[in-house]
């Protein structure tokens, strides 16, 4: 078989039945300046964490809103919670706060509480 130097990408299909939508819940329940966010990326633009990681709170929100869970715990453990992200955004939304009842969810999963 002949490689011409392209391949056929996988799916980019996301099945919302078999996505893991309790963080998401939680966030709604436990911060509800969750919602408010129109994923600007101001947040990410002036993220510390990202000027040194591959860190993107922008992207996890979407994640966790889209139910995609596989590497959050991973993700929010490289935001330093300087609160950068608080200050410049335009609607308000607490990211730090999100940040933290997302570790506090992951706890809560691994407990069988939620």
């Known amino acids: 078989m002949s490689v011409f130097g392209f391949k056929i990408n996988e799916g980019r299909v996301i099945d919302y039945d078999k996505t893991d939508k309790?963080?998401?819940?939680?966030?709604?329940?436990?911060?509800?300046?969750?919602?408010?966010?129109?994923f600007c990326g101001s947040c990410t633009s002036t993220c510390s964490a990202g000027n040194f990681t591959d860190f993107n709170i922008r992207k996890l929100k979407m994640n966790i809103r889209r139910g995609l869970t596989d590497n959050i715990e991973k993700e929010t453990e490289k935001c330093m919670l300087c609160g950068k992200c608080f200050l410049i955004c335009p609607r308000g939304v607490n990211n730090r706060n999100i940040i933290l009842k997302v570790r506090e969810a992951l706890t809560k999963i691994e407990s069988h509480d939620i």
């Open 22 to 38: 309790r963080i998401f819940n939680y966030l709604q329940k436990n911060e509800p300046s969750f919602n408010l966010c129109i």
